[in-house]
């Protein structure tokens, strides 16, 4: 069963770069780790500060374990180019 991480995000700097690269940043570390079946990276059209990054995982457990063995130091530059924590849940794909 596929499990969807969702994350709502917002940059501190008004057009949103520093975050846009950190988050380009995670999705390349957390491609390849064991689980995850990919990344999607979308940001608001009516607010170019708001971000939405969904990973795709075989189930929690294994969103779970992928942290232990993700590189701290992207981790690090988004949550210096966010304005505020992120908004984040597991969610149940219903249709595809």
């Known amino acids: 069963m596929t499990v969807a991480r969702h994350y709502v995000m917002h940059a501190k700097d008004a057009d949103g770069a520093a975050l846009d690269n950190a ?13 995850c079946e990919g990344v ?14 969904i ?10 374990a992928a942290g232990a063995l993700l590189d701290k130091s ?3 530059a988004m949550m210096a180019a966010l304005d505020g924590p992120p ?3 597991y969610l149940d794909y219903l249709l595809r």
Do not use: S
């Open 23 to 35: 988050l380009r940043a995670i999705a390349d570390a957390v491609r390849p780790l064991p689980g």
């Open 55 to 64: 990973e795709r995982w075989t189930d929690v457990d294994a969103h779970k």
């Open 87 to 89: 908004e984040g849940a």
């Open 74 to 76: 992207v981790i690090k």
């Open 40 to 53: 999607e990276m979308l940001r608001d059209l009516a607010n170019e500060r708001r971000f939405i990054f």
